[in-house]
């Protein structure tokens, strides 16, 4: 169903999830109006069910506007609605592997973000000074100190929520260091995950590196250290409006191959055992997440975004047909991630 523009949201410069959008829209020349820092939407926008940034405003079957969240069934949305600039590789087999990434992006590397920015002293101060002023840059500075003090005890008593406590503090750190090694090589050959052009699994990325690398004080150091391509890359990743993608700048079945595979042995090492072990945590109906990460002791409460995350994952994998599905196989061989997709 096509999509009258400017499209309106509601987001934050301090949310991953409205970082990867607003960069999505740009790239594809979707025109787009942002609200920045709503406390509640103005009187004529739906409230949404859950209130999750970013929040879109968009028509349901039968014209009224509804409030509409989570950013990968969104691009998908968008895909249908737009012609053109495409983030979705034509290739199944690529889609699918542009899936798992997206997910990782969202699912995993947000866990680095939440856990740096509320977990050591300068960052938890940082982002208590900026995140409210975010939301009234002219509130008085004794608004801002009480919203300060509310944000951040809030937020750190939210930390269960992504899994980062002090038993997994290190496996989410040594992850996240190793992830800029790999991404950083990657990069060494092609400008985005699949090729020349950007899909949506690097705006999932990009979202969740806008926080880690250009916002909060510890992880952005490391990275500047670490990864200095990386660093530049969220630069280039934020404005992509003026690149001119071609059907040819998509990454070739070999080459995905070749590249791809190191990337995909760090999601078998992390996200996967992580994502299984919540998904049999629901379905068992335990209080907890249990699992080894690296022979470390992973401990969370159950997600259960992510459970129905791996059971989509699930379905799109059956529903390939034989020659993506023995591609996406070859490419997944070795390293962990077969466990994820075939269930
Ligand atoms: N799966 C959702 C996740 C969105 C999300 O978790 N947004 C965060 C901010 S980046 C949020 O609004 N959390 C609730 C809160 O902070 O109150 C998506 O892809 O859009």
Request: proline share 7%.
């Amino acid at each position: 169903m096509s999509l009258s523009t400017p499209l309106t949201l509601s987001g934050a410069p301090g949310s991953p999830y409205t970082r990867k959008m607003l960069a999505v829209l740009r790239y594809r020349h979707i025109p787009y109006k942002v609200l920045w820092g709503l406390q509640e939407p103005p009187e004529d926008l739906p409230k949404p069910k859950v209130h999750l940034l970013p929040t879109f405003y968009l028509p349901n079957e039968n014209g009224d506007l509804e409030a509409v969240v989570d950013s990968s069934p969104l691009i998908r949305r968008f895909e249908d609605a737009f012609e053109g600039r495409s983030i979705i590789p034509p290739d199944a087999g690529l889609a699918f592997l542009d899936h798992i990434l997206e997910d990782y992006g969202d699912e995993w590397l947000t866990k680095a973000m939440f856990h740096y920015r509320w977990h050591y002293e300068a960052d938890i101060d940082q982002a208590g000074s900026v995140l409210p002023r975010w939301r009234g840059i002219t509130a008085s500075e004794s608004d801002i100190a009480a919203a300060k003090k509310f944000f951040s005890e809030r937020q750190i008593s939210r930390l269960y929520v992504v899994g980062s406590n002090d038993t997994t503090a290190p496996i989410i750190e040594a992850s996240y260091e190793r992830f800029l090694q790999l991404f950083q090589a990657h990069l060494q050959k092609f400008p985005f995950l699949l090729g020349d052009r950007p899909a949506s699994c690097d705006f999932a990325f990009f979202g969740q590196l806008t926080q880690l690398t250009h916002f909060d004080p510890t992880p952005s150091q490391l990275t500047l250290k670490k990864a200095p391509r990386v660093y530049a890359w969220v630069d280039l990743l934020e404005d992509l409006s003026g690149l001119e993608p071609e059907d040819a700048h998509w990454i070739s079945r070999d080459e995905a191959k070749e590249t791809l595979k190191p990337l995909f042995a760090e999601l078998g090492r992390t996200f996967v055992p992580v994502m299984l072990a919540n998904a049999k945590a629901l379905k068992e109906q335990e209080d907890a997440v249990k699992t080894l990460v690296d022979g470390a002791e992973w401990t969370q409460q159950p997600f259960p975004y992510q459970g129905k995350c791996v059971q989509w994952l699930r379905d799109a994998y059956q529903g390939l047909a034989s020659g993506d599905r023995a591609f996406v196989d070859q490419v997944l061989d070795g390293t962990g991630c077969e466990r994820l997709v075939a269930g």
